[in-house]
């Protein structure tokens, strides 16, 4: 499986924007670019996923690389609530079953 | 609310005592899967069902087993608990596996304790 590559942890005020990176260097051209996060003591939750084009939805933005080899996933304006580990995830449509988790961020939000 | 239930949240076994791990859910999917999430580390599959075709993960330990005896229940066993097996236990669900936009649904997770 491709692999990907995120910071460790990131802080960030209340009310401001994220923008969470993640590389994915030796992405292939089928894989989809999936984004989940996981709040403290529960399961992992989807966040948003993308092929190609940028994509938006109520939780979040995901801008892609047009090179396709980084992201970015972006909360326009982060709370109390957003305090997650955020994982970015490579599915290949061979092995779409799966979901391979990296390390993840670890974002932080203060007041 | 649709959703994926996981009982009991909490479970303790002593070391050797086999243990099963429930997981219902009210999607109506036909995909399942358990995750294992030791602490500190990202989720690792085990296996998954797709209906009543069971899919085991290569480096899936013998000592975890699996059973679905309908859409909507899956349970975990493990037969012989060691130390090493102390993790959150996260089951899943999804509506195709051959679908790489579909989003998984995960329960609150089964924290499992071996003492």
């Known amino acids: 499986d491709a692999k990907t590559t995120q910071p460790n942890s990131m802080e960030s005020n209340e009310e401001e924007p994220v923008h969470l990176p993640c590389n994915h260097s030796?992405?292939?051209?089928?894989?989809?670019i999936h984004w989940y996060r996981q709040l403290p003591s529960q399961g992992p939750e989807y966040v948003i996923h993308?092929?190609?084009s940028n994509v938006n939805n109520r939780m979040a933005s995901l801008a892609i690389a047009e090179d396709r080899k980084s992201s970015t996933l972006i909360l326009h304006r982060a709370t109390l609530r957003d305090a997650a580990v955020y994982y970015c995830?490579?599915?290949?449509?061979?092995?779409?079953?799966?979901?391979?988790f990296g390390t993840g961020t670890r974002l932080q939000v203060t007041l | 609310d649709a959703m994926v239930i996981q009982n009991p949240r909490y479970q303790v076994t002593q070391f050797g005592k086999p243990v099963t791990l429930s997981c219902s859910q009210t999607l109506n999917h036909n995909v399942m899967y358990w995750y294992q999430q030791k602490s500190s580390q990202a989720p690792k599959l085990l296996f998954h069902y797709y209906d009543k075709d069971f899919n085991n993960e290569a480096d899936t330990p013998d000592n975890f087993q699996s059973r679905r005896p309908n859409t909507s229940f899956c349970f975990l066993d493990i037969r012989s608990p060691g130390l090493g097996d102390a993790a959150m236990y996260l089951c899943?669900?999804?509506?195709?596996?051959?679908?790489?936009?579909?989003?998984?649904?995960f329960g609150p997770g089964t924290r499992l304790t071996v003492l």
């Open positions: 995830i490579l599915r290949d449509p061979g092995t779409a079953s799966k979901l391979t």
């Open positions: 899943a669900t999804s509506s195709e596996t051959s679908v790489p936009t579909n989003e998984q649904f």
């Open positions: 030796t992405i292939s051209g089928t894989d989809y």
């Open positions: 993308g092929l190609t």
